[in-house]
């Protein structure tokens, strides 16, 4: 049976899971570019020839090889660019040794579940003792989620 010039196992095929999305990945170094349903107005210069179908958080690629490379080399590029826009790290270099900032340090890690901390010794040099590393999402105002209180205190 067809149904508007398709058989059934071509709109088998073609029928998306609800809530899913069409996502047009850039070449060349931008980050991406959602193309309306009017697909022919799109820059296909810039543009991946097909899209990448999107459900919630996870991206089905396709199973044929030099395809996959290809479109997971573009999702690779999208991915970093929206998580470098969303997250912000921060340093601070201590003269305290690791030791005597480690129960601290403890402490803000269960206050601030969502900042990943990292603490780093430097042996054998004049002034810095410890790197503590902080990196977060950024959330509405430009802060970071907890880190930037921790910082404040």
């Not at 170094?29 to 919630?56: F, H, N």
Request: proline share 5%.
């Amino acid at each position: 049976a067809k149904s508007g010039g398709l058989t059934e196992a071509q709109v088998k095929m073609a029928t998306l899971p609800a809530g899913s999305r069409l996502r047009y990945l850039a070449r060349g170094g931008r980050d991406r570019t959602d193309i309306p349903d009017d697909a022919a107005a799109a820059d296909t210069a810039v543009v991946d020839e097909w899209p990448v179908l999107q459900c919630s958080n996870i991206y089905l690629l396709p199973g044929v090889p030099q395809y996959f490379s290809s479109k997971m080399e573009l999702l690779a590029r999208l991915l970093s660019a929206e998580w470098e826009a969303r997250s912000a790290a921060y340093r601070v270099v201590l003269s305290a040794e690791e030791t005597s900032v480690v129960e601290a340090l403890n402490g803000a890690v269960r206050r601030h579940p969502d900042v990943c901390f990292g603490s780093y010794p430097f042996v054998g040099h004049p002034t810095t003792k410890t790197v503590v590393t902080l990196e977060g999402r950024l959330v509405e105002g430009g802060y970071v989620r907890n880190g930037g209180r921790f910082l404040e205190r």
